[in-house]
């Protein structure tokens, strides 16, 4: 695997560490591709039971690297990150992730993938699409108004502003607020408590409480990544990259 993605198996668990902790873990197209793979080649290995998202250095994710995004932007549904997407949506293991610092945009909508996500009392997490030109991803459209409320969901994907924890806790984008020294052994036991379950009897409960918003999701995540694509080539969208890697307001 690529040395910005680093993967530890240990007693049925895959820790998988997005590691670019000199640019808060910015995902390139490279980083989303071994993702994609890693969580790929996780579903068909017996040995593995859970899956757990981390970032290095203090920080979850700051989502997309624009300077990458902008310079290797994805084409269509085979785009490296709607891969990426597509395998954690449709993971048959359980997924526990551990949010410390920022979770910027996909840093925050691949949450809602997730099984159990615990975070810290500093984790910031925000979805600023709109602000830069773009549009929902990640089937966020369809499971954030699901979990949070349309009133709280519309707050937070149309004014994109950063939230606490506390507020993604509220949302249901989270299940805990630790503090940061506590984080990552409250994600070590959560993750051995999911191991130590039985295995095809996890899949499937897995499996029942997803199934009813299947269609729905892999929907979303069609028309959601084809409208980004085109936001992608918009004036708004490029006036607010430009904006944003000019360090202008």
Do not use: W
Request: hydrophobic share 45%.
């Amino acid at each position: 695997m690529s040395d910005t993605l680093l993967t530890h198996l240990d007693a049925g668990i895959l820790s998988l560490t997005f590691n670019r902790p000199q640019k808060k873990n910015a995902f390139t197209g490279e980083m989303y591709e071994a993702a994609a793979r890693a969580l790929t080649e996780a579903d068909s290995n017996d040995a593995v039971r859970v899956v757990v998202l981390t970032g290095s250095g203090g920080a979850f994710t700051a989502g997309n690297d624009l300077k990458d995004f902008l310079e290797h932007p994805p084409a269509g549904e085979d785009s490296p990150v709607f891969r990426f997407l597509r395998a954690l949506a449709h993971h048959s293991r359980p997924v526990v992730a551990g949010v410390d610092g920022v979770a910027v945009g996909i840093g925050t909508t691949l949450l809602l993938h997730c099984d159990y996500v615990a975070a810290s009392e500093r984790a910031v997490f925000s979805m600023p699409f709109v602000n830069l030109g773009l549009s929902p991803e990640g089937a966020s459209s369809v499971l954030l108004p699901r979990v949070a409320g349309l009133a709280l969901a519309s707050e937070l994907l149309m004014f994109g502003e950063p939230f606490d924890a506390p507020t993604a806790l509220r949302a249901g984008i989270i299940n805990q607020v630790v503090p940061e020294a506590s984080l990552a052994e409250v994600v070590r036991k959560r993750a051995a408590a999911l191991a130590a379950r039985p295995v095809e009897s996890l899949r499937l409960t897995k499996r029942l409480l997803r199934e009813p918003l299947r269609a729905a999701v892999d929907d979303a995540l069609a028309r959601e990544g084809a409208l980004f694509v085109q936001r992608l080539g918009s004036a708004e969208a490029r006036e607010a990259f430009n904006a944003f890697l000019s360090k202008k307001k």
